[in-house]
């Protein structure tokens, strides 16, 4: 490559790594490919993919195959949720624009005319690349702006600016700013009320199998994920939202990751309702593992299994997680239902799979989820009665004013308890 061009080339990086947030990528190829060529890679764009080299238009359809497996490599490593392009840039004034095989074609030089098309998905982009009177000065001037604004970059990158641009998305946001703000009230209406913070607890919506099965409060399926009583709890489960909730809307979105956590927050509430005693459950770990499994999905159909040091680390956080799923007070089936309903739901959003498969996890998955809800509605029966608990609560209710719902859970559970004792 001429001086002129890799100028020109470094002024194109220049631009498309700090303006535009590209992120440059190392290729290997055979030893006929040349090293001054670039490769750029950013999800968010729509030309998500950018090689830029010098070739005429002879060599470029000599490598159109290369450079089509490369982009289709790209995209899969990228995952990124909408659909995205190539487009290869030439600064050989012989090239021409063209498209072919999905690539976009073009040719840059200083003063070129851009088509249409790339001039509004790039309107800098014909001043971008410009003449200089000292080429061999010019390019020791950009190859000290590019590594100094790389190492700021870099300053930047280990502060949290950028981790919270990513990690302090919706899918985060949303239900820890709820489950905050119910941990909150819970514990500050138990001091108030000089009640155990569990009664409270079941009275903003925590699992209770005995007013589940006796008034029908189907709804503590869903909202027990929201409630937590120590704040232990809160940070732990916070922690690992905030870890899992990025990627997961990177990859699925926002309204798919939401959905994923919420179905597995009720399966697994659901699966504890049929196998489990009667207990009260609180937080949002179902949720959580419905996470994990998807990522799981995410990570077999991406290939990340095949890197050994990913393997072995992901081994050894599923193990730690199933450990955890074993101790005292932690509830196996609900961490289990989720996983089960994050892996399933995962499977069902990813429109790559065959749909014959994404259909025969949907017929699975509605019957297993019919045969769950079957079976707790017609076994519902409870094996330990605490009508003290629920008087208490039914006092709690009264408190913030729900006389009818308090007189009605007294006057239930009582009559339920009597006509089994």
């Known amino acids: 490559m001429e001086i002129n061009k ?88 012989q090239a021409t624009s063209y498209s072919s095989d999905g690539i976009r074609y073009i040719r840059l030089y200083p003063g070129c005319e851009l088509d249409e098309d790339i001039a509004k998905s790039f309107p ?43 990690y302090l998305c919706k899918s985060f946001l949303i239900p820890a700013t709820i489950c905050i703000f119910i941990c909150a009230a819970v514990n500050i209406s138990a001091i108030q009320l000089n009640t155990p913070a569990v009664n409270t607890a079941i009275a903003f919506g925590a699992y209770y199998k005995a007013f589940i099965t006796i008034l029908n409060q189907y709804w503590r399926l869903l909202t027990s994920g929201f409630v937590h009583v120590s704040p232990l709890h ?37 699966l504890e309702f049929v196998g489990g005693p009667n207990k009260v459950c609180v937080g949002l770990s179902g949720g959580l593992y419905g996470f994990l499994g998807a990522m799981t999905v995410h990570y077999i159909r991406s290939g990340y299994f095949k890197d050994s040091y990913f393997r072995r680390s992901f081994f050894n956080t599923l193990y730690i997680n199933v450990m955890i799923s074993f101790l005292p007070n932690v509830s196996f089936m609900s961490h289990l239902a989720g996983f089960v309903t994050g892996g399933f739901l995962a499977v069902l959003c990813d429109s790559e799979l065959a749909r014959n498969l994404r259909i025969n996890v949907a017929v699975c998955s509605l019957l297993l989820a019919s045969a769950i809800g079957y079976v707790g509605i017609t076994n519902n029966s409870l094996n330990e009665f605490y009508y003290q ?9 009264r408190s913030f004013g729900f006389d009818s719902l308090a007189d009605r859970i007294v006057r239930d559970t009582y009559k339920y308890y009597s006509e089994r004792s």
């Open 6 to 93: 890799k100028v020109w080339s470094l002024q194109l990086l220049r631009y498309l790594v700090f303006t535009r947030g590209y992120l440059r990528v190392s290729m290997i190829f055979p030893s006929n490919a040349k090293p001054e060529d670039y490769w750029l890679v950013n999800a968010s764009e729509e030309f998500q993919v950018i090689h830029i080299n010098d070739d005429e238009d002879v060599i470029r359809r000599l490598n159109s195959n290369r450079n089509l497996q490369t982009y289709k490599r790209i995209s899969e490593l990228l995952r990124a949720q909408k659909p995205g392009k190539m487009l290869d840039i030439s600064l050989n004034d």
């Open 124 to 166: 800098q982009l014909s001043t971008v690349v410009y003449d200089v009177e000292d080429p061999q000065q010019e390019l020791v001037n950009l190859e000290k702006d590019i590594v100094a604004r790389s190492m700021k970059s870099r300053r930047n990158g280990g502060r949290i600016g950028p981790v919270l641009k990513e």
């Open 234 to 270: 809160l940070m732990c489960n916070m922690t690992s939202l905030f870890s899992l909730a990025g990627p997961m809307e990177k990859r699925y979105g926002f309204g798919r990751s939401m959905a994923i956590l919420l179905l597995s927050v009720i399966m697994g509430n659901l």
């Open 389 to 397: 608990t629920d008087r208490d609560v039914a006092s709690v209710y």
